[in-house]
């Protein structure tokens, strides 16, 4: 069974950063792309970054491409999403997603084409 566990949201100034992890197992980890999606008050969930399952492609939204860095470590079954100089719209819920595809080629975009998902983690970012 699959398990996304994500981890290191919190409350932080605008301006501030944070870092949160997700910790994955029951999967391959090293052969599955990894995204990162959000989910605001009142409304839909967004794709916000994603990487490729040996970490060398990304993809980005426009709104976070030069403050948010997705990146993963294999070895650790972990990937990461540093999110920097936040802004009151990025509060969310930040959940982690995974494509059991292995070995796609490019990170996707869509939240169709991931197959499993955590919890989320809680962002509230105040002005």
């Known amino acids: 069974q699959v398990h996304l566990v994500e981890s290191g949201g919190g409350s932080v100034q605008a301006g501030g950063s944070l870092k949160l992890s997700c910790a994955a197992s029951?999967?391959?980890?090293?052969?599955?792309?990894m995204g990162w999606f959000r989910q605001a008050p009142g409304k839909e969930r967004e794709f916000v970054a994603a990487?490729?399952?040996?970490?060398?492609?990304?993809n980005y939204a426009d709104s976070v491409k030069g403050r948010f860095t997705i990146s993963r470590d294999n070895a650790k079954n972990t990937v990461y999403l540093q999110i920097s100089n936040l802004k009151p719209e990025d509060t969310a819920v930040y959940s982690c997603?995974?494509?059991?595809?292995?070995?796609?080629?490019?990170?996707?975009?869509?939240?169709?084409?991931?197959?499993?998902w955590g919890k989320g983690t809680q962002v509230t970012v105040s002005s």
């Open positions: 997603a995974a494509d059991r595809t292995e070995w796609a080629p490019r990170p996707q975009v869509r939240e169709s084409e991931y197959d499993y």
């Open positions: 029951g999967l391959v980890f090293s052969r599955c792309a």
């Open positions: 990487i490729s399952w040996g970490g060398a492609r990304t």
